[in-house]
C-alpha cells in the first residue's frame, strides 16, 4: 500500500448500482408468490421459467413502489418509459434475458443528501429502473462423492429496482454514509425491507482515482455483488490503494469488473472489458410502453410517508430535541413512530426522547430485541414520563421501576401500587423522618448553623436513604430548612 503521503496526492471516484427487492407480494411479470425459504423450485410457473409461449403481465404494486422509491430519492418520474430485454446466457436465468429499462428508465435526475465527517454533500441519482431478478445457482451439493451444482428458480421473476447514481462520491465513507442514508429512506417508504442478509440490497461500487486537481476521471473498475456495507467500504480502500500503487508504477489501470474476496481482503479479477456481454437490449415486444400518468403519480405521492429529513427537523422544531437526538430517534420509522406515541402519552417531549434513547434502547440492545418487540409499549414509557414529572414519584424511583416495566410488561402505576412505592411529599410523614435525621446527626446541624450550609446536601441524602429512596427530594429540601 502506498504511504499517506501517496494517497494524499490522490482523489477516489465512486459511483454506486443498488438493487433492491420490492416487498411486493407476488413476482412482477407473473402471479408467483415472492415468499422467502419456500421448497426450492415450488413458487415457480411458466412465465417465470420462460417457457415458450408464456406472457409476462407487469405488476401494477411493483410499479407503484418503484415510483415511491423514485420520489424518496427525489427523483422526476417519467410519465412514459419503456421495458427492455437485456440478453445474456447463465443457467439461473431460463428465460435468457432479463426484462429491464435501458434508455428510457421510470425514474432520473434524482439526489439523496448525506453527512460525511461533518461535511454535508449531495450525490446524484441517476437513474431508477425496474427489472426482475434471476434464480440462484447453488454450487456447493455433493452426492455420491460427485460434486453437483444446483439452481433453484424461485427467485426468478422477483421485482427489483436497480437505482444508479453519479460518481459524485469521494471516500468509501462517502459510499457507507450515500448507502445508509438509501437504506433509510426506502426503509422509511416501506417499499423494500433492504435485509442484506436475505439478499434485499446488493451493491456494485465503481471505482477510479485521479491526481488531486485532474479534470478527467481515471478508469473505472466495478466491483460486483457487495453484499454488506462494511465490505463496500473495505473493498473500495482496497481498490482504492491498489490503484494508486498502479499509476504510481507508471501502470495503466484496465477498465474490468473484479470481485471482493472476503477472506483476502483483496479485489480480483473476474472479467476484462473485452470480455464484457453485449447485452443486446431491444424494447420488450411482450409489454407495452410503461405510463405513469399524473394523476396516478399524485396519488403515490399523497399517500408518501414523512421522510427521514423531515422527521429529523420536525422533532426540533415540535419537541425542542437537539439535531442529534433527533437523528437518533428518525433512524427507523418504527423507532420514530414509537417515540412520537411515547411523546404524545407524556407531559415532557423531550424527557421521554431521553428515556428512549437511553434506558429503553440500551435494554432493548441488551436483549437483542428490536424496537417493534418492546415490552414497555410507548404509552407506557410516555405514563412513566409523567409520573416523574408530576412529583408522583423521583427520578431515581423511576429507574429502578423501569426495569420492572421492561421484564414483566407490567405498567408503572401497577408496580407502584403493588410495591408502595409512591414518593412520600406529605409533610406529616417526612417531617417525622426529618426529625430523627436531624437527632441522628448533630455534628452536622452544628455545622449548618455555623454557616456550612452545603452540608444540607448530606442530610438530605439521610433522609432520602431512611425513606428508602421514597421521600420528594424537594420538599424535604424545604422542610429541612425550614427546620434548621
Ligand atoms: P457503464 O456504461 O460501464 O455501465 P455508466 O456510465 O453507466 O458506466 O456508469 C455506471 C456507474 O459507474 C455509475 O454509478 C457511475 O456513476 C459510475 N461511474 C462512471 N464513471 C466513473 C468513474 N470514472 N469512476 C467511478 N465511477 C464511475
Ligand atoms: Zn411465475
Ligand atoms: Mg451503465
Not at 88 to 104: A, E, T, V
Not at 441 to 450: L, M
Amino acid at each position: 500500500m502506498p504511504s499517506p503521503d501517496v494517497m494524499d496526492q490522490y482523489e477516489t471516484v465512486i459511483g454506486l448500482e443498488v438493487h433492491c427487492q420490492l416487498s411486493t407480494n407476488t413476482k412482477i411479470y407473473c402471479s408467483c408468490p415472492t415468499s422467502f425459504g419456500a421448497a426450492p423450485n415450488s413458487n415457480v410457473c411458466p412465465v417465470c421459467l420462460g417457457l415458450p409461449g408464456a406472457l409476462p403481465v407487469l405488476n401494477k404494486r411493483a410499479v407503484e413502489m418503484a415510483v415511491q422509491a423514485a420520489f424518496a430519492l427525489n427523483c422526476r418520474v417519467n410519465p412514459f418509459s419503456r421495458l427492455a430485454r437485456k440478453n445474456y446466457f447463465y443457467p439461473d436465468l431460463p428465460k435468457g434475458y432479463q426484462i429491464s429499462q435501458f434508455n428510457q428508465p421510470l425514474a432520473e435526475f434524482g439526489h439523496l443528501d448525506i453527512v460525511v465527517n461533518g461535511t454535508g454533500e449531495r450525490i446524484g441519482v441517476t437513474r431508477i429502473h425496474i427489472e426482475d431478478d434471476a434464480g440462484k445457482s447453488i454450487h456447493d451439493g455433493f452426492r455420491d462423492s460427485e460434486r453437483y451444482s444446483y439452481v433453484d428458480l424461485n427467485r426468478c421473476g422477483t421485482p427489483l429496482i436497480e437505482i444508479v447514481s453519479e460518481p459524485d462520491m469521494r471516500s468509501s465513507e462517502g459510499a457507507y454514509q450515500y448507502l445508509t442514508a438509501l437504506k433509510q429512506a426506502l426503509q422509511f417508504v416501506e417499499v423494500s425491507t433492504c435485509d442484506m442478509e436475505k439478499g434485499h440490497l446488493r451493491c456494485d461500487a465503481n471505482v477510479s482515482v485521479r491526481r488531486r486537481g485532474a479534470e478527467q476521471f481515471g478508469t473505472k473498475v466495478e466491483i460486483k455483488n457487495l453484499n454488506s456495507f462494511r465490505f463496500v467500504k473495505m473493498a473500495i480502500d482496497y481498490e482504492v490503494a491498489r490503484q494508486v500503487a498502479m499509476v504510481e508504477r507508471g501502470q495503466r489501470i484496465a477498465q474490468e469488473t473484479r470481485l471482493y474476496d472476503v477472506g483476502n481482503g483483496e479485489t480480483v479479477s473476474m472479467r476484462s472489458k473485452e470480455q464484457a456481454h453485449d447485452y443486446r437490449y431491444f424494447p420488450e415486444p411482450d409489454l407495452v410502453p410503461l405510463e405513469v400518468s399524473e394523476e396516478w403519480a399524485g396519488t403515490l405521492r399523497k399517500a408518501m410517508p414523512e421522510l427521514p429529513d423531515a422527521k429529523r427537523k420536525r422533532f426540533v422544531e415540535t419537541y425542542g430535541l437537539r439535531d442529534y437526538d433527533a437523528q437518533v430517534l428518525t433512524l427507523t420509522r418504527p423507532l420514530s413512530e414509537y417515540y412520537e406515541r411515547a411523546a404524545a402519552a407524556s407531559s415532557d417531549a423531550k424527557a421521554a426522547a431521553n428515556w428512549v434513547m437511553g434506558d429503553l434502547l440500551g435494554a432493548l440492545k441488551a436483549e437483542g430485541k428490536e424496537i417493534t418487540e418492546s415490552p414497555v409499549t410507548p404509552e407506557q414509557l410516555g405514563e412513566l414520563v409523567s409520573l416523574i414529572g408530576n412529583g408522583e414519584i423521583s427520578g431515581k424511583l423511576a429507574k429502578e421501576i423501569f426495569p420492572k416495566m421492561f421484564a414483566g410488561g407490567e405498567s408503572a402505576r401497577t408496580i407502584i401500587d403493588r410495591e408502595g412505592l409512591k414518593q412520600i411529599s406529605d409533610t406529616g410523614a417526612l417531617e417525622s423522618i426529618i426529625d430523627e435525621v436531624l437527632a441522628a446527626n448533630p455534628k452536622q446541624v452544628e455545622q449548618y448553623r455555623g454557616g456550612k450550609t452545603g452540608i444540607i446536601g448530606f442530610l438530605v441524602g439521610q433522609v432520602m436513604k431512611a425513606s428508602r429512596g421514597q421521600a420528594n427530594p424537594q420538599v424535604v429540601n424545604d422542610l429541612l430548612r425550614a427546620k434548621l
